[in-house]
């Protein structure tokens, strides 16, 4: 009995020396808030210095949050009152935490005033969101960038937004008539579910790669602008007839009927392997607030859900944040870094208290799979639907376009997905534009200038 | 200033917390009568000092001149208690007095931060109780004759166990129906019961001279624990059954008992696991799971394990300081998680000297029931042993989540009517135990002396 006593105060230990820190860190803990009387709390600064989240004590001790950038940065850093979100949520135990020296901490404890607590340095950098952000004009949609080699975010807008210094009339307009259907708050990048439209023709080909590992190249289609698979009618964008195209050829013109005539071919659980290694209908390596991607073909389908599912429309269903960790994958070899969102944590006086490193999730493809997409994806951006946009530039993109029709008036949505030197990927894209059909805005233009603005700084 | 004191005083008590942890293992292995005494009147100080402390923390925190008043009465019913309790019964063992003063004052000091009106009801049936109780070495010493009832102590239990289910009586609480509730008066029977049954198995195992005894003991036993799976009080099941268990093993000395009877009470588990997994043992599964992932499920079962170690966590070895956590977030804190509160706010090392507090109790307990020579009083002595260390074990492992959480009370510090009664009772009975050995081993000593005094008149060669 005494054994197991002493077995019990051992694990008491263990737990506090090893297990402790991160659960008290759970943005459920609601001790964390209980520290906001003694600290204030720290600052968000991005990976090139600049504070984008602040906070001031007046003399009567109130502290009161801050955001230099408003809405630039509104759903990543989020806010701090009516609840959390976003950095504020999920960073909330180590802003509240205080670091401080010793001889200052005890200063300031005898004049009764807050400590400083501990700065969050982010991944961000600022004129990539900047850029971003005045990419997307007055367009909503969702644009985020990342690093495929560490899983740093570079950049994450996602548009309709808020003024997070102005929170309070946010919330009355969150709860009054006019706007409580508004979507401002949720976060696009990461929560936003749209059909991926012809971005998922990678996941589609990956698929056909994959049942025709020594053939695939030899595949051979003849476009006529629009052809009936398994009684559905599918047309090319404007029913233009490609003629006589190669499987690299099908890719970068975004051939339907190829791709269509593809997803026939496929085995229907076959595929659906395939796109639960991808992450679909599971959770994503990512400690934000996101949203789980749906895939519906299984085993069991009715053949007619295959061709519009293997051009991505269909019921099909993705997050820009998981198209990103797809094509990021294809960048870094196969393999899957852990997008994050903190690179270190720093005391006031800007002493490092903790470095976060990239973590790999594991590969959702292999590097021959993973060569083969990003060649033929450099196709799509030297001769196929984004060559306009990418010709000239001074660096090489490989990725896809995709133009997504969520009714039946032809409304859609625009994506673009890719990376930038696919010989040694420096930074991977994902971005949707809404109502593309209207607004005239594509989101490969998107791309091209957070690209632009990614060389201008080098 | 306030803040420095409080900051100062949450070491000092950590410090002396430590000091008196040190003394009740010491004190178990001294011998001399006068260093005892001496370590025995410094615990007391010790305790004095650790209660001093806590009230000051709490009074320049809470500002209420109530504390005050409350704080006078604790530490003079308290020192009032380790001291005539001894002048009453001198063979009373002293190192029991003073734990449980200090036990109850720990508690007493954690439910005022929690909640002033708890902790003046818990003083108030705890003294009562302490009143009462106070009474028992003296009436076991009256009557000699209590193991000659076993079977009378058997049914009495029994009956008093299923109260629970007369209509109108007997209420479920956490989804164990293990309360009776009398004019709004609550108790939980269970506590008392397991004062009866170890009774019932000792006075059994005393004249049982057969096979068909020992048969006969383990069916009426097995009924107890029946109604307590009823009950849907696993926790209780599982305090119960040890304590047989044990109890049989000292018994009969044979180690086929301990081990079979541990085989069985797993073979039980998982069996009532595998057969019952849907119905009768649902909340169980619920707690279970919570166990293995409480933050997966912290919107449902896994809830009050996290808050625990949020707690626990968030307070670090040191704590917060006494009302300077969020101790009174923790769900059920006054009961069965109260040793989340103590750790979050008076620190984990507090809190893992209190485990070896506990430690020090129960081995106290088992060296009363080895020194005793009667049969009965040593099974009861060990009996109530065992029912002591598992309840604090699966008090403690489960809001600690070392094992599933069981929703038992932490003996004495625990808020509860029931549970302190049933305790102090338990621990009266034991002082009795100790009372009775050790003035048989004294006059077991005088009559030595006669004999050799005796022997050596004789063997002078001049008898008379």
Redesign the interface.
């Known amino acids: 009995m005494v054994t197991i006593f002493v077995g019990m105060m051992a694990y008491v230990v263990y737990f506090m020396q090893f297990r402790a820190g991160t659960v008290i860190a759970n943005s459920r803990n609601a001790r964390q808030n209980s520290f906001a009387e003694v600290v204030e709390r720290g600052d968000i600064i991005t990976s090139d210095g600049i504070v984008i989240a602040t906070s001031s004590t007046d003399s009567e001790g109130n502290t009161s949050r801050s955001y230099p950038y408003g809405s630039m940065f509104a759903h990543l850093v989020g806010y701090d009152s009516y609840g959390k979100s976003g950095l504020e949520l999920q960073a909330n135990f180590y802003l509240l935490r205080s670091h401080i020296n010793i001889f200052e901490r005890v200063y300031r404890e005898l004049k009764e005033e807050k400590n400083r607590g501990d700065n969050i340095i982010t991944t961000v950098n600022y004129s990539l969101q900047e850029a971003a952000y005045n990419a997307l004009g007055g367009c909503k949609g969702a644009v985020i960038v990342m690093e495929p080699d560490t899983g740093k975010i570079l950049a994450m807008v996602s548009k309709p937004d808020f003024d997070p210094n102005d929170i309070d009339n946010v919330w009355a307009y969150l709860h009054s008539d006019e706007g409580k259907d508004s979507t401002i708050l949720l976060n696009r990048a990461t929560q936003g579910l749209y059909a991926p439209g012809s971005t998922f023709k990678v996941v589609t080909l990956l698929e056909y790669i994959k049942e025709n590992p020594y053939d695939y190249d030899l595949y051979e289609y003849d476009c006529s602008g629009s052809e009936i698979y398994a009684g559905v009618n599918i047309h090319c964008y404007d029913s233009t007839a490609h003629g006589h195209e190669s499987l690299a050829d099908s890719l970068a013109y975004s051939c339907n009927s190829s791709f269509a005539n593809i997803g026939m071919g496929l085995d229907f659980g076959e595929f659906n392997k395939t796109t639960r290694a991808l992450l679909f209908n599971s959770e994503l390596p990512y400690e934000g607030e996101y949203n789980q991607s749906d895939f519906v073909i299984d085993e069991n389908s009715e053949s007619y859900a295959m061709p519009q599912t293997a051009i991505g429309q269909g019921d099909t269903r993705i997050t820009p944040l998981h198209n990103l960790m797809i094509v990021s994958a294809i960048a870094n070899g196969g393999t899957l870094m852990k997008p994050y969102l903190i690179d270190s944590i720093e005391n006031d006086d800007g002493a490092r208290i903790k470095k976060y490193s990239g973590k790999s999730y594991g590969n959702l493809m292999t590097a021959e799979e993973a060569q083969i997409l990003s060649d033929y994806m450099k196709g799509v951006c030297d001769y196929g639907t984004a060559a306009r946009y990418f010709n000239g530039a001074s660096y090489d993109v490989a990725g896809k376009t995709g133009t997504a029709e969520y009714d039946n008036e032809g409304n859609c949505n625009s994506w673009f997905i890719g990376f930038s030197n696919p010989d040694n990927p420096d930074i991977c894209i994902s971005v949707v534009v809404e109502d593309s059909n209207t607004n005239g805005l594509s989101a490969s233009a998107v791309a091209k200038s957070v690209f632009d603005t990614y060389y201008n700084m080098q | 200033m306030v803040?420095?004191i409080c900051e100062i005083s949450k070491y000092l008590i950590i410090f002396f917390m430590i000091l008196y942890t040190v003394k009740c293992f010491t004190i178990l292995s001294v011998n001399d009568e006068q260093s005892r005494r001496k370590k025995l009147n410094k615990q007391i100080v010790y305790v004095f000092i650790i209660h001093f402390l806590c009230y000051l923390t709490l009074y320049l925190r809470m500002g209420s001149y109530k504390l005050l008043v409350f704080y006078g009465v604790q530490i003079f019913v308290a020192i009032f208690y380790m001291v005539v309790f001894h002048t009453i019964y001198k063979d009373s063992s002293r190192l029991l007095t003073n734990n449980t003063a200090f036990l109850l004052l720990i508690g007493y000091i954690i439910l005022t931060r929690l909640d002033f009106d708890l902790a003046v009801k818990q003083f108030i049936f705890a003294t009562v109780g302490m009143v009462i109780t106070s009474f028992i070495p003296f009436i076991m010493n009256k009557w000699r004759n209590l193991r000659k009832y076993g079977v009378f102590y058997g049914v009495i239990g029994l009956l008093f166990l299923i109260t629970v289910w007369v209509p109108g009586l007997g209420k479920e609480v956490y989804g164990s129906r293990n309360w009776i509730s009398i004019h709004g008066f609550t108790l939980q029977p269970m506590e008392f019961v397991k004062i009866i049954f170890v009774m019932f198995v000792a006075s059994m195992l005393v004249k049982a001279n057969s096979f068909g005894d020992l048969v006969l003991n383990a069916m009426i036993s097995a009924a107890y624990m029946g109604v307590l799976v009823l009950e849907k009080d696993l926790g209780a099941a599982v305090i119960f059954y040890v304590t047989y268990v044990f109890m049989v093993y000292l018994a009969t000395s044979r180690p086929v008992f301990l081990i079979g009877g541990m085989g069985i009470g797993v073979l039980g588990v998982i069996g009532g696991y595998v057969l019952f997994k849907d119905s009768l043992f649902r909340h169980v599964m619920v707690r279970v799971e919570a166990w293995k992932n409480p933050?997966a499920h912290?919107d449902g079962g896994g809830y009050q394990v996290?808050q625990s170690?949020?707690?626990?966590?968030?307070g670090?070895?040191v704590g917060s300081g006494l009302a300077m956590?969020?101790a009174d977030?923790i769900p059920v804190s006054e009961s069965d998680f109260i040793f989340s509160a103590i750790c979050e706010e008076l620190g984990?090392l507090f809190?893992?000297a209190l485990?070896?507090v506990?430690?020090s109790i129960?081995?106290s307990f088992v060296n009363i029931a080895m020194k005793s020579r009667k049969a009965f009083y040593k099974y009861i002595a060990f009996g109530y042993a065992a029912i002591y260390?598992?309840q604090s074990?699966l008090n403690?492992?489960g809001v600690?989540?070392?094992i599933p959480s069981t929703g038992v009370t932490l003996p004495l510090v625990s808020y509860g009517v029931s549970s302190v009664l049933s305790t102090l009772i338990i621990f009266s009975v034991i002082q009795g135990v100790c009372v009775i050995s050790n003035k048989e081993a004294a006059k077991n000593e005088k009559e030595k002396e006669r004999i050799r005094a005796i022997k050596e008149q004789y063997q002078s060669g001049n008898p008379y």
């Open positions: 803040n420095i933050f912290i996290s170690l949020f707690a626990m966590g968030t670090g070895y956590g969020k977030t984990v809190g893992l485990i070896l506990i430690i129960f081995l260390v598992v074990f403690l492992g600690t989540k070392f």
